[in-house]
């Protein structure tokens, strides 16, 4: 049995909520005022009963019957007036407050380092953001208020039962005690069941989003098939834990119900004979049944009620386990701005893991000084530590030893954002936004003009393709730019980066998708847009970085060599030997033909 199904959830998370309902506070006490009278006019009905039947019909008086249907109908407004302005106050409150918690756990994720999706995938992110939050709102919204207002009617009914008859009260009490047993004892196996089913949605909505963001793949594989059997299975099993969280729901209902009317039908028999023996009047008897009804009806609706408060328990705990989460890169208390100028980036004896891989180094006594304005390449085999470089200067992890410091400030002392922003990045994946071609290349720069914009993607070798789509730069590109090829991808993020117009530049093989005519193009947009800042270029293709003002080689972590390329061809056997697998062009000693032109 799972953790989840194992472990007992209670109602305590939702007062995690309060924060959240406090700064509502006027509209819940007059939700509340409102939920208090329409429970008053409903346990009134029952008295204006009374009185009709003993005074009216006994008495055969007609002033008093038409005075008393007028009462009824009174209290019937009043009733109605109530209840509307409690559903709209509680409807209200439930959105609201339901919009405030998805904005806080959103906004909360956005601030997690790349670590916290290390171990949780986004779907499950999203199903928290959606089926939790709405379980959440039916319970504020709903449930909430009509589990209070039948908590009322519940213990109203009970009082005014105890006036009208004290001895058949007695009774109605002790049949009422007797439902509470199975009420706990089936509650429990519910909230399990509701915290089981909770995860098996997140767990099928985290395998449809991890599968749809990766459609081209699963087709090019033909494995359709293979994974609509699998979303059939997590379906499935999301199925069956709900079925077997339903299943203990109407057992809890059908013996609270069976219980309660039994109890009643029996009270209510003693009830008869007591109009019969004199001992009271029909119209006591009228009242204690209707109050019977109500407070019978009170304890099947808070029963139903109990059962989502359980549910939305499990869904607030899911939640707060996401508001809960730190992310371990952090602001540092007191922080120093970043210096417009500076001697550059410098690495010092840096040694990091990622927290998924502990026992393997990523980097390990690493140092390096990038000065001020200088094109440094890194290449390497794949896992090197190129990539990871740029995550920990973007500050996405910290290193475990060691220190980052540019123009001679640690960039753990320089705010979040001040510093992403001094740093712009064009990956090798180019993520695409859906909307136009505009937001896109505006998105590190949204208050840009258009001939900005435009200068952006004419350097960046974009402006030709951008003019020929339907629209321009308002096209609007689809979810993840599917409108537009790797390449054209590409270009839009380069010019994205470009106009940021940031000191540091950071391109992890920025002209992987292009064609070779686009490549020479977008490579001189790239050296001219290097210029006057500092760039630090990851490329396997060596073509690419031969103009670098100086090459840094990496293998395990490590800096094995570095220098210009001509230069690494004689000194770096590692170097030569990547160049060599490339080209397939072999000299001497490791060697590459140097007389070729461009490696191209």
């Known amino acids: ?169 007695g009774y109605i009490i002790v049949t009422l005690i007797v439902v509470v047993a199975p009420i706990v004892i089936f509650g429990r196996r519910v909230r399990r069941l509701s915290r089981a089913s909770q995860d098996k949605v997140a767990n099928a909505s985290a395998l449809a989003g991890e599968v749809l963001n990766a459609m081209p793949t699963v087709q090019s594989y033909t494995q359709g098939p293979y994974e609509a059997r699998r979303f059939a299975g997590a379906v499935e099993t999301a199925f069956e834990t709900a079925l077997a969280r339903i299943r203990a729901r109407a057992w809890l209902t059908a013996v609270v119900i069976v219980l309660v009317f039994t109890a009643i039908v029996f009270v209510l028999w003693l009830g008869a004979q007591a109009v019969l023996a004199g001992r009271m009047t029909a119209g006591q008897l009228s009242q204690f049944i209707l109050y019977a009804v109500f407070t019978a009806g009170a304890v099947g609706a808070v029963a139903e009620v109990w059962g989502d408060l359980q549910r939305a328990a499990g869904a607030t705990e899911r939640l707060l386990q996401l508001l809960a989460a730190r992310s371990p890169v952090v602001e540092a208390q007191t922080t120093v701005p970043l210096p417009a100028r500076g001697d550059g980036i410098r690495f010092e004896n840096i040694g990091f893991s990622y927290p998924s891989r502990p026992g393997v180094a990523a980097l390990s006594g690493l140092s390096l000084d990038v000065r001020a304005g200088e094109h440094v390449a890194l290449v390497g085999p794949s896992g090197a530590g190129k990539t990871t470089l740029f995550q920990l200067l973007l500050r996405f992890y910290d290193p475990q030893t060691g220190s980052i410091l540019i123009n001679g400030v640690p960039t753990q002392q320089v705010p979040l954002v001040e510093l992403r922003r001094a740093i712009g990045v064009v990956l090798q994946e180019s993520v695409i936004f859906s909307g136009s071609v505009l937001d896109n290349i505006r998105y590190g720069a949204p208050d840009a003009t258009l001939a900005e914009v435009r200068r952006a ?144």
């Open 457 to 600: 993607a004419d350097m960046a070798a974009a402006a030709g393709f951008i003019e020929e789509l339907p629209e321009g730069y308002d096209t609007f590109l689809g979810e993840r730019g599917v409108r537009l090829s790797g390449g054209q991808r590409q270009r839009i993020a380069i010019a994205r980066a470009i106009l940021k117009n940031p000191p540091i530049l950071l391109l992890d093989e920025a002209t992987s998708a292009l064609d070779a005519a686009s490549e020479r193009l977008v490579q001189t947009a790239l050296d001219n847009a290097a210029q006057n800042r500092t760039t630090l270029v990851i490329a396997h293709r060596l073509a690419t970085v031969q103009q670098a003002d100086r090459i840094i080689v990496l293998e395990q972590g490590r800096i094995v060599a570095q220098g210009r390329h001509a230069d690494l061809l004689l000194s770096s056997p590692l170097y030569a030997q990547l160049a060599a697998l490339q080209f397939g062009e072999h000299q001497g000693q490791g060697g590459v033909m140097r007389d070729q032109v461009g490696f191209a």
């Open 1 to 169: 049995m799972s953790d989840a199904v194992a472990r007992p959830v209670r109602i305590g998370p939702l007062f995690s909520l309060l924060p959240f309902l406090r700064p509502y506070a006027g509209r819940w006490a007059l939700a509340f005022l409102a939920l208090v009278t329409s429970a008053g006019a409903t346990l009134l009905l029952p008295v204006a009963f009374k009185y009709l039947i003993d005074h009216g019909f006994a008495a055969g008086d007609r002033t008093h019957i038409d005075r008393y249907f007028l009462a009824l109908f009174g209290v019937s407004l009043v009733l109605a007036g109530a209840t509307a302005l409690r559903f709209y106050l509680v409807s209200w409150l439930g959105e609201r407050v339901t919009a405030d918690l998805r904005r806080a756990v959103y906004d909360h994720v956005l601030e997690m380092s790349p670590q916290f999706f290390e171990t949780t995938q986004t779907g499950e992110v999203l199903s928290r953001l959606t089926t939790d939050t709405t379980l959440i709102q039916t319970v504020v919204g709903t449930s909430l208020s009509l589990g209070l207002r039948n908590f009322f009617l519940l213990t109203g009914g009970v009082a005014m039962l105890a006036v009208t008859s004290p001895v058949l009260s």
